[in-house]
């Protein structure tokens, strides 16, 4: 007997809207759940793997008969999961030829087949092309779902045979309590929820001691750039494996500067510890400055992703020197 797979507390009403939909046999067969990264997709994902499979689902899956039994050992005959092969950062056509073979079969418990594909734009144009076909005509009871951070890097042709649920960035009021509970105390949770800009799951990664770590650690860094510190020398001090991070931080922390620079309030602020490094920075650079460098390190990221940086060394040397020459400005 397992635990029922709930989604995360957030994502209860669009979990309602669901079930509500599955009920009335209206279920579509090929659903995209998009949302920035930790705002929870996989959690409602996995809520309706588990009772679309399930033999005899309430609200939430039973957690106990065979199917359910199956799926929480780790292996259901009817589910297929697709994801980029460890290591690397496509979903290849041969994945979606086992796909198709698969839908072509029935299902071997009698119910539905579920397959899985995520992250959705990791499809390259040839596994993207190769899939229309079973999107567009996969045969009864047979649920498609895509799994998006980035539903925009998707070909619209495999957008628009998917229905398209956006997850929204929950409020505060809808997951402090969640992370109050996992983070120890209140005070902790909303310094976390806020660093994260409000996405819950990236909250709990940022306040793991490695990324807590990489933070002071940048902080120390910006601070020495501020005072003149020579920007090569401080980028060989921080790790190139931290690319993404890095190029993430100084995002959220250029998002700061602009809200501080263009309005001079401090509440809104995601990092409110940083506010007397911001004042100095502030002084310093000009608003427009941050904007260019804000596209800048969105680019840097989105090359990150697409596929890797041949030398993390001399791209973190960039980032430090174009701050450099904003904050001694
Ligand atoms: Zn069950």
């Given amino acids: 007997m397992s635990d029922p797979v709930r989604p995360l507390p957030w994502l209860e009403p669009r979990w309602q809207e669901l079930v509500a939909l599955a009920d009335a046999g209206r279920l579509p067969h090929a659903l995209l759940f998009s949302g920035p990264h930790g705002i929870g997709k996989p959690s409602l994902a996995e809520a309706l793997i588990a009772r679309t499979l399930c033999q005899a689902p309430g609200e939430v899956a039973c957690g106990h008969c065979h199917a359910c039994r199956m799926l929480a050992a780790g292996y259901h005959p009817d589910l297929m999961r697709v994801s980029p092969d460890e290591g690397k950062r496509q979903i290849r056509i041969d994945a979606i030829r086992e796909i198709n073979g698969f839908v072509s079969q029935t299902a071997q418990q009698g119910g539905y087949r579920v397959i899985v594909i995520s992250p959705a734009e990791a499809m390259n144009v040839a596994a993207s092309n190769a899939l229309l076909k079973s999107l567009e005509e996969p045969g009864g009871r047979t649920l498609f779902l895509l799994l998006s951070d980035i539903p925009s890097h998707l070909l619209p042709t495999i957008r628009s045979r998917c229905q398209h649920w956006s997850l929204a960035v929950p409020g505060e009021a809808e997951c402090l309590d969640w992370l109050t509970e996992r983070l120890g105390g209140r005070e902790e949770a909303r310094f ?43 980028a060989a001090r921080l790790d190139r494996q931290a690319l993404d991070a890095i190029l993430w931080y100084g995002i959220a922390w250029l998002e700061d500067l602009i809200r501080l620079g263009l309005s001079g309030e401090s509440e809104a602020l995601r990092n409110p510890d940083l506010l007397p490094l911001y004042r100095q920075a502030v002084k310093n650079g000009r608003v427009r400055d941050w904007f260019r460098l804000l596209d800048y390190a969105r680019e840097q990221r989105r090359l990150l992703s697409a596929g890797g940086n041949p030398n993390p060394q001399l791209a973190l040397e960039a980032w430090l020197v174009r701050w450099s020459a904003l904050l001694r400005s």
Avoid: C, I, K, Y
């Fill in 192 to 234: 976390w929820w806020q660093a994260a800009g409000g996405l819950p799951l990236r909250a709990l990664e940022l306040a793991e001691p490695d990324s807590r770590a990489l933070r002071q650690q940048l902080h120390e860094t910006f601070d020495a750039l501020v005072r003149g510190a020579e920007p090569v020398a401080e």
